[in-house]
Every structure is written in structure tokens, then in C-alpha cells.
């Protein structure tokens, strides 16, 4: 009776177990209890490994993101190491790159990259999933992942909302120091009045 109240079947009530920890025989009181007591079953999980509950912790997912913010950190210092006069130049190339190559166009418009306002590794500059989707929305009007999508079609170069010409040596470009020139907003002319 006592058996059956708490658990146990006929077959394992009387039956000895013994502990994995410390090797002591004992009576377990659960068909599933397999420490003769709660300070060895602590002791035998003790720092133990998790393993990842859930498939973005996996050691292959954390691979896979360390290797691709490696290759946004060196497109985005190579792009800064270009000369001004160059840069549209290389986001161009990166965007038929894109429209060619599946991996390449989904380094340079993921979402996560596009929502974070990290600078990249204490520079100050923002990485090159922000400079290529301010460029494609100056010159296009499209969105980086709009103009990198091989089915968009991109306008002519007569529609575009001004020419490549602007990055040359004979204008300033507007990535020349490395950081994107921001359209005046109304709140931060306030600001400025205000001091």
C-alpha cells in the first residue's frame, strides 16, 4: 500500500539500486530516483555542460554569425580604406556582387545589422550594412535589400536621383570622412536654437 502511494511497482519496490556517485547501495523510494541522496545527485551534475536548448545558441550558430561578422567588418574596412573618390564605385560592384550571390546579399541586408546602430569596433563609422542602404536610398530610392534583389529592376542611370559623377575627385563626396552626412531634421535645428 505504502509502495503504491508513493509510486513504485511491485517489481522495483523491494529492488536495491545503487548510487552512480558514490557507489552505495540504497532503496529508492521513485521508479525514476537514481542518487541515494539530493547531495550526490548535486555533486554528480555538478558544472556540467548545458547543452544549447535552443538551435541560435548551437556552437555550428555561433560559427556561422562569428564568421559573418567578419566579413561585414572587413567589407566595412575595406570600403573605408577606399578613397572617397572610389567609394561609389565599390558599393557599386558590392551591389551586383549582391544581386549575384545569395550570401553576399544576405551579409549586407540583414535585418539585424540594419536595426543595430553599433559602430564598427570603436571607430565611429557605421558598418557597411548602413552606408550601402543610405547609398541605394540616395541614388535609387530604393532600400538595400531592394536594389540587392536580383528580380528588382534597378532605374536607368537618367533616373537615378543624382549621378555617380557626385563621388568624384571634383566634388566632395559625402562619405569623405568616413561617416554619413545626415539630412537636417526639425528637432535638431530646435536643439541647436535652444543653446
Same mark, same amino acid.
Request: net charge positive; proline share 6%.
Given at each position: ?50 547543452? !544549447? ?9 555561433? %560559427? ?6 567578419? %566579413? =561585414? ?7 573605408? +580604406? ?9 558599393? +557599386?560592384?558590392? =551591389? ?15 535585418? +539585424? ?14 558598418? =557597411? ?13 530604393? %532600400? ?12 536607368? +542611370? ?25 539630412? !537636417? ?11
Amino acid at each position: 500500500m505504502i509502495a503504491h502511494a508513493l509510486g513504485m511497482t511491485n517489481a522495483t519496490a523491494g529492488a536495491e539500486a545503487v548510487c552512480p556517485r558514490c557507489g552505495d547501495t540504497f532503496t529508492p523510494k521513485r521508479t525514476n530516483q537514481r542518487y541515494c541522496i539530493r547531495s550526490c545527485q548535486k555533486a554528480a551534475t555538478r558544472n556540467a555542460k548545458r547543452r !544549447p536548448q535552443r538551435v541560435d545558441c548551437s556552437a555550428a550558430a555561433q %560559427r556561422r554569425q562569428e564568421g559573418r561578422g567578419k %566579413r =561585414i567588418r572587413g567589407l566595412s574596412h575595406a570600403f573605408y +580604406e577606399t578613397p572617397p573618390a572610389y567609394r561609389a564605385e565599390f558599393l +557599386e560592384r558590392l =551591389i551586383v556582387e549582391a544581386r549575384r550571390l545569395a550570401e553576399t546579399r544576405r551579409l549586407v541586408t540583414a535585418r +539585424e545589422y540594419l536595426r543595430s546602430w553599433g559602430r564598427d569596433e570603436g571607430t565611429g563609422r557605421l558598418h =557597411i550594412a548602413h552606408v550601402l542602404d543610405h547609398y541605394c536610398q540616395e541614388v535609387y530610392g530604393l %532600400r538595400s535589400y531592394e536594389a540587392a534583389n536580383p528580380e528588382t529592376v534597378i532605374p536607368a +542611370e537618367d533616373d537615378l536621383a543624382f549621378p555617380a559623377e557626385y563621388f568624384g575627385p571634383d566634388q566632395p563626396p559625402i562619405y569623405e570622412d568616413g561617416s554619413l552626412n545626415r539630412r !537636417p531634421c526639425s528637432w535638431a535645428t530646435r536643439k541647436t536654437a535652444a543653446r
